[in-house]
């Protein structure tokens, strides 16, 4: 008697090759590699308008202080709210880190400006601060009402 042999069954492979693996991690830093600097971009773009929109409020409670008083509120330290502005600021956001880094400062006569909103400590660097400037004023740091001076970012609301 003669027997017949049935075919081996075909192997069934299960799970992936190292080739596979690794054609799928190639792909993944292509697209981190591509989104990164675009998250990057966003979040300095978001940090910017931050800053601008805090500094347009607070201008708005200085100058509306100096309306009702006829004098600007007395200088104050780094993240201090000013004798007679509690309430008038976001006392919360005045107090925090600003959005590039450092301390709020109010500003009355200091350094030959009558009234004016400071940064000190900043860790944004003068690129950013400059696209900032752009935006609100002249675009160079060194002149207009957006100045750098002291190591301090100031927005002048009165010479």
């Known amino acids: 008697m003669e ?23 190639v792909i993944i830093g292509i697209l981190a590699a591509l989104a990164i600097p675009t998250l990057v ?3 300095r773009h978001a940090q910017n308008n931050r800053f601008m929109n805090d500094l347009r409020i607070f201008t708005q409670a200085y ?15 780094p993240g201090v709210v000013p004798p007679g502005m509690p309430g008038m600021l976001r006392d919360a956001n005045w107090s925090a880190a600003t959005s590039v880094g450092g301390s709020w400062n109010w500003d009355n006569n200091v350094n030959g ?7 000190s400590g900043a860790t944004a660097d003068d690129t950013q601060m ?4 752009q935006k609100i004023d002249d675009g160079d740091l060194s002149t207009g009402l957006f100045i750098k001076a002291n ?9």
């Open 41 to 43: 971009r966003l979040q």
């Open 113 to 119: 400006i009558t009234a004016a909103i400071s940064v």
């Open 63 to 77: 100058e509306t202080y100096v309306t009702q008083n006829g004098i600007w509120p007395a200088a104050s330290g």
């Open 3 to 25: 027997f017949i042999h049935a075919p081996a069954p075909a192997r069934v492979h299960h799970g992936f090759t190292l080739v596979e693996i690794m054609v799928v991690v």
């Open 151 to 159: 190591n301090r970012y100031t927005y002048i609301l009165q010479q």
């Open 130 to 133: 400059t696209e900032i400037d």
